[in-house]
């Protein structure tokens, strides 16, 4: 198959500068010759409808962006790690999404923590629980609990939405559905008053969002976080949570941090994000 589009100055084959095409039209023309070769320099060598292109016809692609999704990459993470603008790598996650089976059972219960928002910005969503007037420190608590057939299974995850991330998560447990309230009221005794229900919308911007958010700045979540695939359901990429205090990174050290890698990783971003 052959590509069509700027110049490209990559060879996927050698990784050295070549050049492709015809210098008089800026164009190239590169063929796809082994499944195994790098994906490094073909956004150069896309048009801009190129990732329109289906499963069929785009093979490679396609398995590309589901080893990205296994190891846990959010959709924006996916369309840098290719070179495309998220809009166009949500339908081939979409089409990825429906060639596997459904992984979450039926929704039992979604629980935020109150003051979850503080310090945060929210854009377009106030009737979302907690919303307004939130106060708290940059720590929040999801939990979900899905239909397990005369069980429930539930997993939940600590978040810290000013700066690292998913500091903790707990596994999926199956328990008796009785049961079920007094593990809701163990997870969220630390935050103040009852957890509040959530819509999913909520819960996946707030997990996935703050994910995307701390890796920007060098922190990977919890180990454990990935054991919870498949409980949030899946996220089609747009976040309207602004992460940060006000906007900006603001680290508060907890007990069981490694205080000086934290601080040493936020020093080392902020030298490159200033340039």
């Keep these: 198959m052959a590509f069509f589009g700027p110049l490209c100055r990559t060879s996927c084959a050698t990784n050295t500068p070549v050049n492709y095409g015809d210098a008089g039209t800026n164009r190239c023309n590169y063929t796809r010759n082994t499944i195994n070769s790098p994906l490094s320099c073909l956004p150069a060598c ?3 409808g190129y990732a329109k292109i289906n499963a069929v016809t785009n093979p490679e692609l396609l398995e590309r962006v589901r080893e990205l999704r296994e190891r846990g990459r959010t959709p924006k993470e996916i369309a840098r790690a290719l070179g495309l603008p998220p809009s166009a790598v949500a339908p081939l996650i979409r089409e990825v999404g429906a060639g596997q089976p459904p992984k979450e059972s039926a929704l039992v219960t979604c629980l935020v923590s109150r003051g979850w928002a503080a310090g945060l910005a929210v854009k ?10 939130s106060e708290g420190s940059g720590m929040a608590s999801v939990l979900i609990a899905r239909d397990k057939g005369g069980k429930v299974s539930m997993c939940s995850y600590l978040l810290d939405t000013w700066c690292l991330g998913v500091k903790d998560a707990i ?96 020093r080392k971003q902020s030298r490159r994000s200033r340039g």
């Design 46 to 48: 896309w048009p801009a």
């Design 124 to 133: 377009g969503h106030d009737d979302w629980p907690g919303v307004v007037g």
């Design 171 to 266: 596994p999926p447990t199956s328990m008796d559905r009785r049961k079920l309230p007094d593990a809701i009221a163990m997870n969220f005794q630390s935050f103040g008053g009852s957890p509040l229900a959530a819509p999913l919308e909520l819960a996946q911007q707030l997990v996935f969002g703050v994910v995307e958010y701390a890796r920007g700045l060098g922190f990977e979540p919890h180990a454990d976080y990935r054991k919870c695939d498949g409980y949030l359901g899946e996220w089609d990429g747009g976040c309207d949570i602004t992460f940060g205090r006000d906007g900006e990174p603001m680290y508060i050290a907890g007990p069981h941090d490694d205080t000086t890698r934290i601080l040493r990783t936020l």
